[in-house]
């Protein structure tokens, strides 16, 4: 089994930054793809962006240029940077490992002047 714990997130202005991390415990070997999604209220779950074990990277259209996946492959963390934000981008945000075969309990991000 693995666990997510998220944290970061929070409050920003249209046009701020905010960073999430998420941290995986238990059985980390066994990742080999750490991500984020995001649902807003009364919508769909979605794919924000991914990362794999071997560094490849994929963005969700709306955030490309905006937000940034990382990753610490060895302690299994990842990372996103989230630029230029939008109101749009409110949402609750998942970590997710193994596309989406654990979840953490996910981080409210809110935009808004």
């Known amino acids: 089994q693995v666990q997510l714990v998220e944290s970061g997130g929070g409050a920003a202005q249209p046009g701020g930054s905010l960073p999430l991390s998420c941290a995986a415990s238990?059985?980390?070997?066994?990742?080999?793809?750490m991500g984020w999604y995001r649902q807003a209220p009364e919508k769909q779950r979605e794919l924000v962006a991914y990362?794999?074990?071997?560094?490849?990277?994929n963005y969700a259209d709306s955030v490309k240029g905006r937000f940034t996946i990382s990753g610490d492959n060895a302690k299994k963390v990842a990372y996103l940077q989230m630029n230029s934000l939008e109101p749009e981008d409110t949402a609750v945000y998942y970590c997710?490992?193994?596309?989406?075969?654990?979840w953490g309990k996910g981080t409210l991000v809110t935009v808004s002047s």
């Open positions: 997710s490992a193994n596309f989406c075969s654990y």
């Open positions: 990362v794999t074990s071997g560094g490849t990277t």
């Open positions: 238990g059985n980390i070997n066994s990742i080999y793809a």
